[in-house]
């Protein structure tokens, strides 16, 4: 699987032992930074730059690291085509490509040790989205919105 993952700072160690996980595992890994820490720099110039990559990629996933994981997600979330979703457990990893199609996962490192963050990255690779109809049916809900700002009409 081509796997793009970017970060900050707050999540330095976490982007490096991520990407060594990644490729010991066969994955093809493009890391869009930062490549050095640098206790100021700014996530929108990795995290953009990996959903970038996976919106460019439809056979690609993303992971984004920050601190929280929060902010990482929210800007992921600003790239057209791109469902960035949350999880601090594998569960929640599940969940996000079962029911959501999310193609990047965000992980906040002060709040995630790094054995469970491999097995958030390893189950969200491995998770199919489901394709069940109301799923289905949500996602384009929130496309249609993205693209022409149709709201989904009000049950009857």
Same mark, same amino acid.
């Given at each position: 699987?081509?796997?793009?993952? /970017? ?24 890391? +869009? /930074?930062? +490549?050095?820490?640098?206790a100021v720099d700014d996530y929108p110039v990795f995290v ?9 990629? @439809? ?9 929280? /994981? ?57 998770? @199919? ?5 109301? +799923? ?12 022409? /700002?149709?709201?989904? @009409?009000?049950?009857?």
């Amino acid at each position: 699987m081509r796997v793009h993952i /970017g970060g900050d700072h707050a999540a330095w160690d976490l982007l490096n032992d991520l990407v060594a996980f990644l490729e010991d595992e066969g994955h093809e890994v493009t890391n +869009h /930074g930062p +490549h050095g820490y640098d206790a100021v720099d700014d996530y929108p110039v990795f995290v953009l730059r990996a959903a970038e990559a996976v919106a460019a990629d @439809p056979q690609s996933l993303g992971i984004v690291l920050g601190g929280s /994981g929060n902010g990482e997600q929210m800007a992921a979330n600003k790239v057209a085509g791109i469902r960035a979703a949350l999880a601090y457990s594998a569960e929640l990893a599940t969940l996000a490509r079962e029911h959501n199609d999310a193609r990047v996962v965000s992980i906040g490192a002060r709040f995630t040790a790094v054995g469970e963050a491999r097995e958030i990255v390893r189950t969200f690779l491995a998770t @199919p989205f489901s394709g069940d109809e109301r +799923h289905a049916r949500r996602i384009a809900m929130v496309t249609a919105y993205e693209g022409a /700002g149709t709201l989904p @009409p009000l049950p009857a």
